[in-house]
């Protein structure tokens, strides 16, 4: 636990500062579990909501599963690393912390399976060879972009050009550019989620170890190399959203990265503490 009093920020107000920025940017990330949601609800809509099996639920919100069951891992980070007390985590306490988060380690690995699910039918495609115009005003969507879809209309119908491909097994059509888009953003989506599975691995190690007293300067420098490659390849994606305007996401990664940011703090400063009260006993 910080003890604001005597922290490596310097100062009180510092840290008062440190904690306001850090606070804000995870109310943040929990208004993008709504925004997430309200997205995939439109692209359930356009895939056919009634016709969704319970299998493919996970594939439509692996982002609304994924970021929810990320913000509560943050939180529960956060009580581990800052606001408890080490003597408070034991018992009852350390074994509710340890289930919460492996709950939602689940939650997360089944997020990943979905945003994997999400990308195999960009895949199961097959060239369209009648008029895409005459299927306007029969429930059919285009494919824009991964999770952008507008209604099959003139103008939509006109902008997919000439070759036209259809999402075997969904009412949808999309263009050849569109496709290799979306693929794109799809394949980014899981290459990050499965980084963002690896950081939360190496921190759960990083913890456990701090709480034993076992966290040597070796491992903590095996550590620092490896979670360096790791952010350097979520910085990638999150620059790749950018480029490509997916704004959310873009923004989402923006917020995740700055959270972690105050949790590799919140690490650090609970070793420091350990270090100086070991050196005092």
């Not at 299998?55 to 069951?69: E, G, K, M, N, R």
């Not at 581990?80 to 509710?96: F, K």
């Amino acid at each position: 636990m910080v003890d604001s009093s005597s922290t490596v920020f310097g100062n009180k107000f510092r840290y008062q500062l440190f904690t306001v920025v850090k606070y804000l940017v995870y109310l943040l990330l929990g208004l993008n579990v709504y925004l997430f949601l309200q997205e995939e609800l439109l692209t359930l809509a356009h895939m056919g909501g009634e016709a969704i099996s319970r299998s493919q639920l996970v594939q439509v919100f692996s982002a609304t599963i994924d970021t929810a069951a990320w913000v509560i891992l943050l939180l529960l980070f956060e009580l581990e690393t800052s606001v408890l007390d080490d003597r408070r985590i034991h018992g009852p306490v350390r074994w509710a912390l340890h289930g919460i988060r492996g709950v939602c380690g689940i939650a997360i690995v089944y997020a990943f399976t979905g945003y994997y699910a999400e990308l195999t039918p960009l895949y199961d495609v097959a060239p369209f060879l009648g008029n895409a115009c005459a299927l306007v005003d029969q429930s059919w969507s285009v494919l824009v972009n991964l999770d952008d879809f507008v209604p099959l209309d003139a103008v939509s119908c006109a902008a997919l050009g000439d070759e036209v491909y259809r999402l075997q097994g969904f009412s949808v059509l999309t263009s050849a550019d569109s496709l290799g888009a979306a693929r794109r953003l799809a394949w980014v989506d899981v290459i990050n989620a499965g980084v963002w599975i690896l950081v939360v691995v190496v921190l759960e190690i990083e913890v456990r170890l701090q709480l034993r007293g076992e966290l040597s300067a070796h491992i903590l420098r095996l550590n620092k190399y490896f979670k360096s490659v790791l952010y350097g390849v979520l910085f990638l994606a999150a620059a790749y959203w950018g480029v490509a305007g997916d704004f959310l996401d873009f923004w989402d990664a923006c917020l995740w990265l700055f959270a972690f940011i105050f949790i590799e703090l919140n690490v650090f400063e609970w070793q420091y503490e350990s270090r100086r009260d070991a050196a005092v006993a």
